[in-house]
């Protein structure tokens, strides 16, 4: 969890299309990266539930759309944050890495398995690297923008 899903996401994020691939026709539904933020968080919640871990792990059917999924998700995320303004960037990107502290924290702190396929220690693992993970995102997407600024 903590290694392979950020590393399709990643793997997402640095695909390049050739430049035969017009998408200019399909930008027209993604105003301001509006529809692929959408899309996105919707792959990233969807992956954040323990069922959907669980299945997975047990069927090589769901690990292949897990892949898919997340690989889809890299690439819509960097499409939504080239186009998007940084209001939209602070909703969305605020409420994914609050959403993945938070899931981390509760992994963490549960005295339950959630997921039946891992341990409780692995659990607990899991959700500290959530946690670790959700932390440093949000200090390299904040260092970045200030970077950006034009401090006058």
Same mark, same amino acid.
């Given at each position: ?9 990643l793997s997402g ?12 026709? %399909? &930008?027209?539904?993604? =105003?301001?990266?509006?529809?692929? *933020? /959408?899309l996105s968080q +919707?792959?990233?919640?969807? $992956? ?11 069927n090589w059917k ?18 939504? %944050? &080239?186009?998007?303004? =940084?209001?939209?960037?602070?909703? *969305? /990107?605020?409420?994914? +890495?609050?959403?993945?502290? $938070? ?50």
């Amino acid at each position: 969890m903590n290694i392979q899903m950020p590393l399709l996401i990643l793997s997402g994020v640095f695909i390049t299309f050739p430049e035969k691939f017009n998408f200019d026709k %399909l &930008s027209r539904l993604n =105003l301001y990266g509006l529809t692929s *933020f /959408i899309l996105s968080q +919707l792959i990233l919640a969807y $992956w954040m539930l323990p069922i959907s871990i669980d299945r997975a792990i047990i069927n090589w059917k769901y690990d292949i759309a897990k892949i898919i999924s997340l690989v889809l998700c890299g690439i819509l995320i960097r499409l939504s %944050l &080239s186009k998007s303004t =940084l209001v939209m960037e602070i909703f *969305f /990107i605020g409420y994914f +890495l609050s959403m993945m502290i $938070w899931a981390g924290n509760f992994y963490f702190q549960s005295n339950e398995r959630l997921c039946n396929v891992y341990s409780q220690d692995s659990q607990q693992f899991a959700g500290a690297g959530l946690m670790l993970i959700g932390a440093m995102l949000t200090l390299i997407w904040i260092s970045s923008k200030l970077k950006s600024q034009k401090w006058s």
